[in-house]
């Protein structure tokens, strides 16, 4: 018989939006519910530690690091899992697309939570594509650190040598948290370019 094919579940949105929190909340309702899912993250992100999922408010849950799509391939081949949770799925490239179709295809159940958006503003692939797919996206803002609004962005934070060029320009990767990012609302979240221009002019 044909495996019943799972269903695939996104949580998207910017930095500080509570994305891995509700994955945690999923995973530990799994967990009371007797499913005992495997979660993974991405090994770029050990704000946690080196086996734990950590949100920015203090929550956690056990976890495992990983750094490419294989070896996600890899553990759910090992334990067959009926849910699998992974988290910072914006790093794993465009290669988790074409996984999460055979993880569905086979049957098990995924949750991604991932930032959906880059610190520029851009589309942070390859969220936009698995949100595409998805039996259920939930889209998630944080609060605007200037205006208290609905926050559909964030911005990073700029060392007095970064403010001297482009604060939205190409720059190196960087995983942080309230020292490095903020989040900002639609209107506010090119200020920071605002204001390095009106410096250096």
Avoid: N, W
């Amino acid at each position: 018989m044909t495996p019943t094919a799972g269903r695939l579940h996104v949580i998207a949105g910017p930095m500080f939006a509570g994305k891995t929190e509700q994955l945690i909340t999923r995973v530990t309702r799994a967990r009371l519910a007797g499913r005992d899912p495997l979660v993974l993250s991405h090994g770029l992100d050990t704000r946690g530690g080196e086996d734990r999922l950590h949100t920015h408010s203090g929550a956690s849950t056990p976890a495992t690091m990983v750094t490419s799509c294989s070896e996600i391939e890899d553990l759910a081949r090992r334990h067959r899992p009926a849910l699998l949770a992974i988290d910072e799925a914006q790093f794993f490239g465009e290669g988790l697309v074409a996984l999460v179709d055979r993880l569905l295809a086979s049957g098990t159940e995924v949750i991604l939570a991932g930032l959906s958006v880059t610190f520029d503003g851009r589309p942070f692939s390859p969220l936009p594509e698995v949100m595409a797919v998805a039996e259920q996206v939930s889209k998630l803002t944080a609060i605007c650190t200037l205006c208290g609004q609905d926050a559909a962005f964030h911005i990073r934070l700029l060392s007095s040598t970064e403010a001297r060029a482009d604060p939205l320009g190409p720059s190196a990767p960087l995983v942080g948290g309230s020292e490095s990012y903020a989040a900002r609302c639609r209107t506010h979240r090119d200020a920071l370019r605002e204001d390095a221009s009106r410096s250096s002019g």
